[in-house]
């Protein structure tokens, strides 16, 4: 197996967080006891997606304020909120409470673009705003002055009422740890100019040919260019076997065939490319990562668990991840 000649320092997991419709709090519950069982792991972070009108985590924050009270070393984090869904006032003030009261774990990762399913959802989101709603780079710079304490109004007093001028509580140190989802090059250089660290995922946009390791190398090599000191996660969806029962193995090993198709050319109108799940023994999948074009220029991971696996699937996995995969890429658990 190859040697990297830089050990990957973190490791973290994402998850969107599957439950069921009809009977939600188990699934919820599962997700709560994996984020704790990753601590357990000594896994340094655990990180949530957003599914809005799925059955998936659709508010990361409040998940994160109740992980908060079960956990007290991991770091948690969004990849991503996509702030076309959210008020970004309303989103730094409830993410300043969460960091304050998880002593500063708190990595809010972000994106902006219109919503998915825009025609469907616009009537119920922004019943009288919808067609000057600004979705553009705009939007992260009003999350990210706020975040960052900056002036929202002038602090006043009216009669017994205090009123602050920026948004409260503040948290001393967040708007560092806030995180850019980038799916292209243009706006992993837009995340570079604002000093924001680098969420590169399993999915790239506006690719032109079907080489997934090459064009995120590509991106990430751009943003370390133009910022250096700023921190960078891939979030490959990667599947340890190395103590699944057959009968896992096998599953794991039908889901990734079923979603190969995809990634041998760009897709749709946005050319999205998506990286292959890596399925395999932990030696296996170190000798695929440290050949990866962007595996090679990282530190950290936050690897995507699959969609809609069952808690005992996510238990071997995660025990994987952190027992046998992360020594394999020179980790140590914290």
Same mark, same amino acid.
């Given at each position: 197996?190859?040697?990297?000649?830089?050990?990957?320092?973190? $490791?973290?997991?994402?998850?969107?967080?599957?439950?069921?419709?009809?009977?939600?709090?188990?699934?919820?519950?599962?997700?709560?006891?994996?984020?704790?069982?990753?601590?357990?792991?000594?896994?340094?972070?655990?990180?949530?997606?957003?599914?809005?009108?799925?059955?998936?985590?659709?508010?990361?924050?409040?998940?994160?304020?109740?992980?908060?009270?079960?956990?007290?070393?991991?770091?948690?984090?969004?990849?991503?909120?996509?702030?076309?869904?959210?008020?970004?006032?309303? $989103?730094?003030?409830?993410?300043?409470?969460?960091?304050?009261?998880?002593?500063?774990?708190?990595?809010?990762?972000?994106?902006?673009?219109?919503?998915?399913?825009?025609?469907?959802?616009?009537?119920?989101?922004?019943?009288?705003?919808?067609?000057?709603?600004?979705?553009?780079?705009?939007?992260?710079?009003?999350?990210?002055?706020?975040?960052?304490?900056?002036?929202?109004?002038?602090?006043?007093?009216?009669?017994?009422?205090?009123?602050?001028?920026?948004?409260?509580?503040?948290?001393?140190?967040?708007?560092?740890?806030?995180?850019?989802?980038?799916?292209?090059?243009?706006?992993?250089?837009?995340?570079?100019?604002?000093?924001?660290?680098?969420?590169?995922?399993?999915?790239?946009?506006?690719?032109?040919?079907?080489?997934?390791?090459?064009?995120?190398?590509?991106?990430?090599?751009?943003?370390?260019?133009?910022?250096?000191?700023?921190?960078?996660?891939?979030?490959?969806?990667?599947?340890?076997?190395?103590?699944?029962?057959?009968?896992?193995?096998?599953?794991?090993?039908?889901?990734?065939?079923?979603?190969?198709?995809?990634?041998?050319?760009?897709?749709?109108?946005?050319?999205?490319?998506?990286?292959?799940?890596?399925?395999?023994?932990?030696?296996?999948?170190?000798?695929?990562?440290?050949?990866?074009?962007?595996?090679?220029?990282?530190?950290?991971?936050?690897?995507?668990?699959?969609?809609?696996?069952?808690?005992?699937?996510?238990?071997?996995?995660?025990?994987?991840?952190?027992?046998?995969?992360?020594?394999?890429?020179?980790?140590?658990?914290?």
């Amino acid at each position: 197996m190859p040697i990297s000649g830089v050990p990957l320092q973190k $490791l973290g997991f994402l998850t969107i967080g599957v439950f069921d419709g009809d009977d939600p709090r188990p699934g919820m519950e599962a997700l709560l006891t994996q984020i704790a069982l990753g601590e357990e792991l000594g896994f340094d972070s655990a990180w949530l997606r957003h599914r809005h009108l799925q059955y998936g985590v659709s508010s990361p924050v409040a998940i994160m304020a109740a992980a908060s009270q079960r956990t007290s070393r991991i770091e948690l984090g969004t990849a991503v909120t996509p702030l076309a869904w959210e008020n970004p006032l309303r $989103l730094a003030e409830d993410l300043a409470t969460v960091d304050l009261l998880s002593g500063g774990r708190v990595n809010p990762g972000v994106s902006t673009s219109q919503p998915m399913r825009w025609e469907d959802v616009k009537d119920a989101l922004y019943p009288d705003t919808a067609e000057v709603e600004d979705f553009g780079y705009a939007r992260v710079s009003r999350f990210l002055a706020m975040v960052g304490g900056e002036p929202v109004t002038e602090a006043t007093t009216q009669g017994i009422e205090v009123y602050s001028d920026r948004i409260q509580p503040h948290s001393p140190g967040l708007r560092d740890r806030v995180w850019y989802g980038a799916g292209s090059h243009r706006s992993a250089a837009w995340a570079a100019s604002q000093r924001l660290n680098l969420l590169t995922s399993s999915v790239l946009t506006g690719a032109t040919d079907g080489d997934f390791a090459g064009t995120q190398g590509a991106q990430i090599s751009a943003y370390r260019e133009a910022f250096p000191e700023g921190r960078v996660s891939q979030g490959l969806v990667v599947i340890p076997t190395d103590s699944a029962t057959p009968a896992q193995r096998q599953k794991y090993e039908a889901y990734a065939a079923a979603r190969l198709p995809r990634t041998r050319e760009p897709q749709g109108p946005g050319k999205l490319l998506f990286a292959p799940d890596i399925v395999g023994t932990a030696a296996q999948i170190a000798e695929q990562l440290y050949a990866h074009a962007g595996f090679q220029q990282v530190t950290e991971v936050a690897f995507a668990l699959p969609f809609s696996f069952d808690h005992e699937d996510y238990v071997q996995i995660l025990t994987d991840m952190a027992g046998a995969l992360g020594p394999a890429l020179g980790w140590s658990p914290a």
